[in-house]
Structures are given as structure tokens and as C-alpha cells.
């Protein structure tokens, strides 16, 4: 199943997507983790935008859609963080300002608990990307630079096996997503590295 594309409009762009998640969301770390799964869902949209061999302006807006719904995906998450509001909250709120049922339906399908199938390529990218580059910024922080230049994709497959490090990301989803979106788990976490790596000055890492 394919992602629909339209053209963002000023209102669902990736800038008005930005002011959505700031508003709601003041944690820097939780801006960084927002940016981070930007960073390689966007990598992931340019993949499938080339194997759509969309156009230019089909290209633009499937970056776009991917961006946004990367930003959005837990804009709700430090005012609503429990399983009982989050990202239901924030899925209402983006259905009320009119934000596309393909990034509203990603969104729901990336909390295994929502009961949401993952059908389109965005929402199962999306899952897999989530604790992946949470992970990886994880796997930066303990380096003595504290860069992500400096994270090597060996080291971060022996850290998952090592359940003591952050330990609060679930592993299982980790392996099921890739699964999913139907890439090799180590291919998985180098192209996913190499997307944030691309992008630490924004990352801070």
C-alpha cells in the first residue's frame, strides 16, 4: 500500500508542523528525538520517492508528508504522556486542524497499543525509525565526544543486546519494525545512522 501525496499546503507544512510540536512540546530532548526521527524518515522518503520515480513536485510533497509526521508524532507526548491519552490526544487535535488522515493514521500506528494497523510505507517507516533513533542518540551520548560521528553500527547492535542500556527502549520493537518495513535489521540501523549523522548539527550530537 502507497502513501497518498498531496501538495502541503502553508497550513501542513513541515515549518507549520515545527510550530506545532514547539508549542506543545518544551523538552529540548524530546524536540531532538523529533528532529532525530525526521532525520531518517525523510532518508527513508527519498528511497521511496525514487523507487515511485516520482517528479519533482511528487517528490517534494512525499518529503513533506514523511517530515511532518515525523515532527508530529509525539507533539502531545509532555502534556499527555500516558497510554491512555497519548497520541490519541494529539491525533484529535491534528484531525481538528485538518492534517492529513495518512500522517494522523502513521501517527496512531506507531503506538503498538492503539490497535492501528501499519499498512502504508509511511506508518511502518515511521514505527521503525521511532525507538531506532532514540537509540542511536543513546549510543551517542555515551560516547566521550557525545557524537554521533563516532557511533559505529557494530557497536550499536552489541549495545542492543545489552538489555541494562537504555533500557527503555523496547527492544522487540526494535527487531519487529524492521521486520515490517522489510529491511535487514543491521541495514536498517547503518542507513538510519548514516541519516543522523548527516544531520547532528540540528541533532546536537
Given at each position: 500500500m502507497t502513501?497518498?501525496?498531496?501538495?502541503?499546503t502553508s497550513a501542513h507544512d513541515r515549518a507549520a508542523a515545527w510550530e506545532l510540536l514547539i508549542s506543545w512540546t518544551k523538552s529540548e530532548s524530546l524536540r531532538?528525538?523529533?528532529?532525530?526521527?525526521?532525520?531518517?524518515?525523510?532518508?527513508?522518503?527519498?528511497?521511496e520517492a525514487d523507487r515511485l520515480g516520482?517528479?519533482?513536485?511528487?517528490?517534494?510533497?512525499?518529503?513533506?508528508?514523511?517530515?511532518?509526521?515525523?515532527?508530529?508524532h509525539d507533539f502531545d507526548?509532555?502534556?499527555?504522556?500516558?497510554?491512555?491519552?497519548?497520541?490519541?490526544?494529539?491525533?484529535?487535535?491534528?484531525?481538528?486542524?485538518g492534517w492529513p488522515e495518512v500522517t494522523r493514521t502513521a501517527i496512531l500506528g506507531h503506538a503498538t497499543y492503539s490497535g492501528v494497523p501499519r499498512?502504508?510505507?509511511?506508518?511502518?517507516?515511521?514505527?521503525?525509525c521511532d525507538e531506532l533513533s532514540g537509540f542511536?542518540?543513546?549510543?551517542?551520548?555515551?560516547?566521550?565526544?557525545?557524537?554521533?560521528?563516532?557511533?559505529?553500527?557494530?557497536?550499536?547492535?552489541?549495545?542492543?543486546?545489552?538489555?541494562a542500556f537504555a533500557r527503555g527502549v523496547n527492544r522487540d520493537d526494535v527487531f519487529q519494525s524492521a521486520q515490517e518495513l522489510g529491511v535487514e535489521l543491521d541495514a536498517h540501523i547503518a542507513f538510519c545512522l548514516a541519516a543522523m549523522q548527516r544531520r547532528s548539527a540540528a541533532l546536537g550530537l
Open positions: 502513501d497518498s501525496v498531496a501538495s502541503s531532538k528525538h523529533a528532529l532525530g526521527v525526521e532525520a531518517c524518515l525523510v532518508a527513508y522518503a527519498e528511497v516520482f517528479a519533482s513536485s511528487e517528490r517534494n510533497a512525499l518529503l513533506d508528508l514523511y517530515a511532518t509526521t515525523a515532527l508530529l507526548y509532555e502534556r499527555h504522556p500516558s497510554l491512555e491519552e497519548h497520541p490519541f490526544v494529539g491525533v484529535a487535535e491534528l484531525a481538528r486542524l499498512e502504508t510505507h509511511l506508518a511502518k517507516a515511521l514505527f521503525a542511536l542518540t543513546a549510543c551517542a551520548l555515551v560516547k566521550p565526544t557525545k557524537a554521533i560521528a563516532d557511533v559505529e553500527p557494530t557497536g550499536v547492535r552489541k549495545k542492543l543486546k545489552d538489555k
